[in-house]
T-cell receptor, first 110, second 117 residues
Framework: GENVEQHPSTLSVQEGDSAVIKCTYS??????FPWYKQELGKRPQLIID?????GEKKDQRIAVTLNKTAKHFSLHITETQPEDSAVYFC?????????FGIGTKLQVIP | DTGVSQDPRHKITKRGQNVTFRCDPI?????LYWYRQTLGQGPEFLTY????????KSRLLSDRFSAERPKGSFSTLEIQRTEQGDSAMYLC???????????????FGPGTRLTVT
Protein backbone atom coordinates (compact mmCIF):
# COMPACT_ATOMS: atom_id res chain seq x y z
CA GLY A 1 0.00 0.00 0.00
CA GLU A 2 0.86 3.66 -0.17
CA ASN A 3 3.18 5.16 2.45
CA VAL A 4 3.36 8.93 2.86
CA GLU A 5 6.06 10.68 4.84
CA GLN A 6 5.73 14.33 5.76
CA HIS A 7 8.15 16.82 7.26
CA PRO A 8 8.74 18.86 9.22
CA SER A 9 6.34 17.86 11.98
CA THR A 10 6.35 21.42 13.34
CA LEU A 11 7.19 24.70 11.66
CA SER A 12 7.33 28.20 13.07
CA VAL A 13 7.62 31.22 10.79
CA GLN A 14 7.35 34.95 11.22
CA GLU A 15 4.30 36.59 9.75
CA GLY A 16 5.00 37.52 6.15
CA ASP A 17 7.61 34.82 5.63
CA SER A 18 7.13 31.74 3.48
CA ALA A 19 6.48 28.21 4.72
CA VAL A 20 7.33 24.99 2.90
CA ILE A 21 6.10 21.53 3.82
CA LYS A 22 7.42 18.45 2.03
CA CYS A 23 6.02 14.98 1.47
CA THR A 24 7.25 11.82 -0.17
CA TYR A 25 5.19 8.86 -1.28
CA SER A 26 6.00 5.28 -2.15
CA UNK A 27 3.46 4.09 -4.72
CA UNK A 28 4.37 5.15 -8.23
CA UNK A 29 0.76 4.51 -9.28
CA UNK A 30 -0.47 7.41 -7.12
CA UNK A 31 -1.77 10.22 -9.28
CA UNK A 32 -3.65 12.53 -6.93
CA PHE A 33 -2.09 14.66 -4.20
CA PRO A 34 -4.34 16.80 -2.00
CA TRP A 35 -3.43 19.04 0.90
CA TYR A 36 -5.79 19.52 3.83
CA LYS A 37 -5.76 22.13 6.58
CA GLN A 38 -7.08 21.30 10.03
CA GLU A 39 -7.57 24.04 12.56
CA LEU A 40 -7.69 23.15 16.23
CA GLY A 41 -10.87 21.26 17.04
CA LYS A 42 -12.14 21.42 13.47
CA ARG A 43 -12.46 19.07 10.55
CA PRO A 44 -9.82 18.76 7.80
CA GLN A 45 -10.59 20.91 4.78
CA LEU A 46 -9.06 20.74 1.32
CA ILE A 47 -6.94 23.76 0.45
CA ILE A 48 -5.35 22.66 -2.81
CA ASP A 49 -4.74 19.49 -4.79
CA UNK A 50 -2.79 18.43 -7.83
CA UNK A 51 -2.94 15.57 -10.24
CA UNK A 52 0.08 13.88 -11.71
CA UNK A 53 -0.30 15.34 -15.16
CA UNK A 54 0.53 18.74 -13.68
CA GLY A 55 3.85 19.77 -12.13
CA GLU A 56 2.72 22.85 -10.28
CA LYS A 57 -0.51 24.50 -9.24
CA LYS A 58 -1.07 27.84 -7.58
CA ASP A 59 -4.01 29.42 -5.79
CA GLN A 60 -3.30 32.90 -4.46
CA ARG A 61 -0.73 32.48 -1.67
CA ILE A 62 -0.69 28.70 -1.85
CA ALA A 63 1.17 26.56 -4.36
CA VAL A 64 1.91 22.89 -4.70
CA THR A 65 4.71 21.32 -6.71
CA LEU A 66 5.02 17.70 -7.73
CA ASN A 67 8.06 15.71 -8.81
CA LYS A 68 6.80 12.32 -9.96
CA THR A 69 10.26 10.99 -10.73
CA ALA A 70 11.45 11.60 -7.20
CA LYS A 71 8.01 10.84 -5.71
CA HIS A 72 7.80 13.99 -3.71
CA PHE A 73 5.51 16.99 -3.53
CA SER A 74 5.54 20.18 -1.55
CA LEU A 75 3.20 22.86 -0.26
CA HIS A 76 4.37 26.46 -0.38
CA ILE A 77 2.59 29.23 1.52
CA THR A 78 3.80 32.75 0.84
CA GLU A 79 3.20 35.90 2.87
CA THR A 80 2.03 33.87 5.83
CA GLN A 81 -0.63 35.28 8.11
CA PRO A 82 -1.64 34.30 11.67
CA GLU A 83 -4.77 32.64 10.33
CA ASP A 84 -2.55 30.20 8.43
CA SER A 85 -1.64 28.64 11.79
CA ALA A 86 -3.02 25.09 11.71
CA VAL A 87 -2.02 21.50 11.02
CA TYR A 88 -1.48 20.70 7.35
CA PHE A 89 -1.78 17.18 5.96
CA CYS A 90 -0.53 15.96 2.63
CA UNK A 91 -2.04 12.87 1.05
CA UNK A 92 -1.33 10.66 -1.92
CA UNK A 93 -3.44 8.19 -3.80
CA UNK A 94 -5.90 8.08 -6.61
CA UNK A 95 -9.49 7.74 -7.60
CA UNK A 96 -10.33 5.17 -4.95
CA UNK A 97 -8.69 6.55 -1.83
CA UNK A 98 -5.78 8.54 -0.44
CA UNK A 99 -3.27 7.96 2.35
CA PHE A 100 -2.49 10.85 4.66
CA GLY A 101 0.81 12.00 6.13
CA ILE A 102 1.16 12.62 9.86
CA GLY A 103 0.75 16.36 9.55
CA THR A 104 2.78 19.53 10.02
CA LYS A 105 1.83 21.96 12.75
CA LEU A 106 2.43 25.44 11.34
CA GLN A 107 2.68 28.36 13.71
CA VAL A 108 2.77 31.86 12.25
CA ILE A 109 4.20 34.31 14.76
CA PRO A 110 2.75 37.83 14.50
CA ASP B 1 -19.98 23.31 7.74
CA THR B 2 -19.31 20.93 4.83
CA GLY B 3 -22.75 19.29 4.93
CA VAL B 4 -21.43 16.03 6.41
CA SER B 5 -22.76 15.36 9.88
CA GLN B 6 -21.76 12.85 12.51
CA ASP B 7 -23.49 11.70 15.66
CA PRO B 8 -22.66 11.66 18.49
CA ARG B 9 -19.91 14.26 18.67
CA HIS B 10 -18.51 12.78 21.86
CA LYS B 11 -18.81 9.33 23.37
CA ILE B 12 -17.37 8.08 26.63
CA THR B 13 -17.67 4.38 27.23
CA LYS B 14 -16.23 1.74 29.48
CA ARG B 15 -13.86 -0.88 28.19
CA GLY B 16 -15.73 -3.87 26.85
CA GLN B 17 -18.85 -1.97 25.81
CA ASN B 18 -20.08 -1.68 22.23
CA VAL B 19 -20.46 1.69 20.54
CA THR B 20 -22.04 2.80 17.29
CA PHE B 21 -21.43 6.01 15.38
CA ARG B 22 -23.46 7.48 12.57
CA CYS B 23 -22.42 9.52 9.55
CA ASP B 24 -24.75 11.40 7.21
CA PRO B 25 -22.89 12.35 4.03
CA ILE B 26 -23.73 15.07 1.54
CA UNK B 27 -26.86 13.73 -0.12
CA UNK B 28 -25.58 13.45 -3.68
CA UNK B 29 -22.27 11.87 -2.67
CA UNK B 30 -22.08 8.16 -3.34
CA UNK B 31 -18.66 7.57 -1.79
CA LEU B 32 -18.28 7.49 1.98
CA TYR B 33 -15.06 7.02 3.95
CA TRP B 34 -14.31 6.29 7.59
CA TYR B 35 -11.03 7.36 9.18
CA ARG B 36 -9.53 7.25 12.64
CA GLN B 37 -7.37 10.11 13.88
CA THR B 38 -5.27 10.08 17.02
CA LEU B 39 -3.40 13.03 18.50
CA GLY B 40 -0.49 14.09 16.34
CA GLN B 41 -1.40 11.81 13.47
CA GLY B 42 -3.13 12.18 10.15
CA PRO B 43 -6.44 10.54 9.35
CA GLU B 44 -5.92 6.79 9.11
CA PHE B 45 -8.09 5.01 6.53
CA LEU B 46 -10.51 2.44 7.92
CA THR B 47 -12.98 1.62 5.17
CA TYR B 48 -15.00 3.08 2.32
CA UNK B 49 -18.27 2.58 0.51
CA UNK B 50 -19.54 3.27 -2.94
CA UNK B 51 -23.27 3.48 -2.50
CA UNK B 52 -24.14 0.53 -0.25
CA UNK B 53 -21.13 -1.60 -1.25
CA UNK B 54 -18.16 -1.71 1.10
CA UNK B 55 -15.27 -1.73 -1.35
CA UNK B 56 -12.27 -1.83 0.93
CA LYS B 57 -11.45 -2.38 4.55
CA SER B 58 -8.08 -1.59 6.10
CA ARG B 59 -6.00 -4.54 7.23
CA LEU B 60 -5.48 -2.58 10.43
CA LEU B 61 -9.17 -2.88 11.19
CA SER B 62 -9.80 -5.72 13.59
CA ASP B 63 -12.91 -7.85 13.39
CA ARG B 64 -14.30 -5.85 16.32
CA PHE B 65 -14.99 -3.06 13.84
CA SER B 66 -17.85 -3.22 11.38
CA ALA B 67 -19.36 -0.62 9.09
CA GLU B 68 -22.56 -0.53 7.10
CA ARG B 69 -24.29 1.70 4.63
CA PRO B 70 -27.53 -0.18 4.10
CA LYS B 71 -29.35 2.17 1.74
CA GLY B 72 -26.40 3.96 0.29
CA SER B 73 -27.11 7.05 2.33
CA PHE B 74 -26.05 7.25 5.99
CA SER B 75 -23.43 4.90 7.40
CA THR B 76 -22.77 3.40 10.81
CA LEU B 77 -19.50 2.30 12.35
CA GLU B 78 -19.72 -0.14 15.23
CA ILE B 79 -16.93 -1.08 17.59
CA GLN B 80 -17.53 -4.14 19.71
CA ARG B 81 -15.80 -4.87 23.01
CA THR B 82 -14.05 -1.51 23.05
CA GLU B 83 -10.46 -1.25 24.25
CA GLN B 84 -8.57 1.76 25.54
CA GLY B 85 -6.56 1.79 22.32
CA ASP B 86 -9.76 2.54 20.43
CA SER B 87 -9.84 6.03 21.96
CA ALA B 88 -9.56 8.41 19.01
CA MET B 89 -11.45 10.79 16.77
CA TYR B 90 -13.51 8.90 14.17
CA LEU B 91 -13.95 10.95 11.04
CA CYS B 92 -16.33 10.39 8.19
CA UNK B 93 -15.88 11.92 4.76
CA UNK B 94 -17.90 11.84 1.57
CA UNK B 95 -17.27 12.68 -2.04
CA UNK B 96 -18.87 12.49 -5.40
CA UNK B 97 -17.99 9.85 -7.93
CA UNK B 98 -17.57 12.61 -10.44
CA UNK B 99 -14.26 14.21 -11.15
CA UNK B 100 -15.09 17.81 -10.38
CA UNK B 101 -12.58 20.15 -11.90
CA UNK B 102 -9.81 17.58 -11.51
CA UNK B 103 -10.51 17.13 -7.82
CA UNK B 104 -11.46 14.11 -5.79
CA UNK B 105 -12.14 16.32 -2.79
CA UNK B 106 -13.36 14.56 0.31
CA UNK B 107 -15.65 16.55 2.60
CA PHE B 108 -15.12 15.69 6.23
CA GLY B 109 -17.62 15.62 9.03
CA PRO B 110 -16.86 17.07 12.48
CA GLY B 111 -15.91 13.67 13.87
CA THR B 112 -16.93 11.59 16.86
CA ARG B 113 -14.47 11.68 19.72
CA LEU B 114 -14.42 8.33 21.50
CA THR B 115 -12.94 7.93 24.97
CA VAL B 116 -12.70 4.44 26.37
CA THR B 117 -12.15 4.34 30.13
Amino acid sequence: GENVEQHPSTLSVQEGDSAVIKCTYSDSASNYFPWYKQELGKRPQLIIDIRSNVGEKKDQRIAVTLNKTAKHFSLHITETQPEDSAVYFCAAGGYQKVTFGIGTKLQVIP
Amino acid sequence: DTGVSQDPRHKITKRGQNVTFRCDPISEHNRLYWYRQTLGQGPEFLTYFQNEAQLEKSRLLSDRFSAERPKGSFSTLEIQRTEQGDSAMYLCASRSNELAGGSYEQYFGPGTRLTVT
